[in-house]
């Protein structure tokens, strides 16, 4: 079985670089929120226009949540992966001091 070796100073910079795009998308996300507001009541007080806004907002609304899901899952995959990080990092020092134990006991 190869070797296998963990960067765990990757995990965390890719960690950071998640976090940068989410909160770059979020960014967007809010631009694009705020050009939406511009069309509010352009559609007039007819029941054609309202019919219209209220399809623009379903869409306006749908795509929100659709990119706000992807910001949080962004998020949690660079949470998810400082974990993995800290607990390989944990692991491999529990392991380093089961070694060191057992080397003591038999006086290497």
């Known amino acids: 079985m190869p070797d296998l070796e963990l960067d765990l100073e990757t995990f965390r910079q890719t960690a950071d670089q998640l976090d940068a795009a989410k909160d770059e998308v979020q960014g967007l996300l809010d631009q694009f929120t705020g050009a939406l507001e511009q069309f509010a009541d352009a559609f007039g007080g007819d ?16 795509l ?10 962004l998020a949690d995959y660079a949470q998810n992966l ?23 006991e038999i006086g290497t």
Do not use: K, P, W, Y
């Open 47 to 62: 029941e054609i226009g309202m019919l219209v806004g209220l399809a623009h907002q379903a869409c306006a609304d749908g």
């Open 64 to 73: 929100t949540e659709c990119f706000s899901t992807n910001i949080e899952e």
């Open 82 to 104: 400082r974990e993995m990080a800290d607990d390989h990092e944990a692991a491999d020092a529990e392991i380093a001091q089961a070694f060191d134990g057992i080397g003591g």
